[in-house]
């Protein structure tokens, strides 16, 4: 089925999720590449759209997060890690 996303990106789907695999692409070049689309989203929802936001929260509170798992957190801290030195 074709899909229009609103920034008018068109795209095909066979399932009913509303999300644009060409704008999940742009977030995932924009922020923390390595993360899978759920985390990313997580820490979207959550305001946390940057490396100095990331560096606020602990872990167990982003582990509280909708979409954020176990295999989340190494990534996110190698992230911070690699950033910081």
Known sequence: MQ???SKGHQFNKTS????C????????EFFIPKLSAPA???LENAGIDSLEKLATYSEKELLKLHGI????IPV????????VS
């Open 16 to 19: 009913a999720c509303p999300v």
């Open 21 to 28: 695999p060409i704008c999940e692409k742009e977030k995932e």
């Open 76 to 83: 996110l801290r190698g992230f911070l890690e690699e950033k």
């Open 3 to 5: 899909k229009t996303c």
């Open 69 to 72: 798992g176990k295999s989340a």
């Open 40 to 42: 990313r989203r997580a």
